[in-house]
């Protein structure tokens, strides 16, 4: 799988957007991009999935850009909740494997 | 609400003393996957199997570890003898399976692990 690069932290206001960054230079054309978090004690939680094309769902929205390099996880209006370590992975099979992240702090 | 259960939530025990963790996916989920969490290391595949057969054990130390699906809503990791460095939250997940994507992998709470 594509090795992925990502801020280790951010800083976000409550109710502003966050825009969660990842690099996937070397992602091959038929490997996906996925976005998981992980909110303290907890297991990992999935947000979203693209291939090429932008994507929304209730929880995020992933852009890509055109040549696949590097993607945005954006959460709209973040909450305190959203406090968590957001990790960006890049998969071709059923073997995830997930980096350090980025661990999110939402401020009030 | 389909969750993926882990027990025991919490295992303290001693170095040598054989530890036995249990999974059970969500039903219908074809895939199981069993995760290590550590400070120093992360998160870390140990193993998956589908439709119960084990597809990939590459991330398990083959020594002392095992992992088996005695049937579809059972997943067992077995550590014997259990070792200090193993101490880690393990994490089992399940998924149904993909055709021409992967899907989204659904979580356990983990088992945290202490080896004394």
């Known amino acids: 799988d594509a090795k992925t690069t990502q801020p280790p932290s951010m800083d976000c206001a409550e109710g502003r957007a966050a825009n969660l960054p990842c690099n996937h230079s070397?992602?091959?054309?038929?490997?996906?991009v996925y976005w998981y978090r992980q909110i303290h004690s907890q297991g990992p939680q999935y947000i979203i999935h693209?291939?090429?094309n932008n994507e929304t769902n209730e929880m995020a929205s992933l852009i890509i850009t055109e040549d696949r390099k590097s993607s945005t996880l954006i959460l709209p209006h973040a909450t305190l909740r959203d406090t968590a370590v957001y990790y960006c992975i890049v998969r071709v099979n059923n073997d995830m494997r997930f980096g350090a992240g980025t661990r999110l702090t939402v401020k009030p | 609400d389909a969750r993926v259960t882990q027990t025991p939530r919490h295992k303290v025990t001693e170095m040598g003393q054989e530890v036995t963790m249990r999974c059970q996916p969500i039903l219908g989920h074809n895939t199981v996957f069993w995760y290590r969490q550590t400070m120093m290391q992360g998160l870390e595949l140990l193993a998956y199997?589908?439709?119960?057969?084990?597809?990939?054990d590459s991330g398990m130390p083959k020594d002392r570890f095992s992992a088996e699906m005695p049937d579809a809503t059972l997943a067992t990791l077995k550590i014997q003898p259990s070792e200090p460095r193993d101490s880690a939250v393990y994490f089992c997940?399940?998924?149904?399976?993909?055709?021409?994507?992967?899907?989204?992998?659904?979580f356990g709470p983990g088992t945290r692990l202490t080896v004394l």
């Open positions: 070397t992602i091959s054309g038929n490997e996906y």
């Open positions: 693209g291939l090429k």
């Open positions: 997940a399940s998924g149904p399976e993909g055709q021409a994507t992967y899907n989204e992998q659904f």
């Open positions: 199997f589908r439709n119960r057969a084990p597809l990939d």
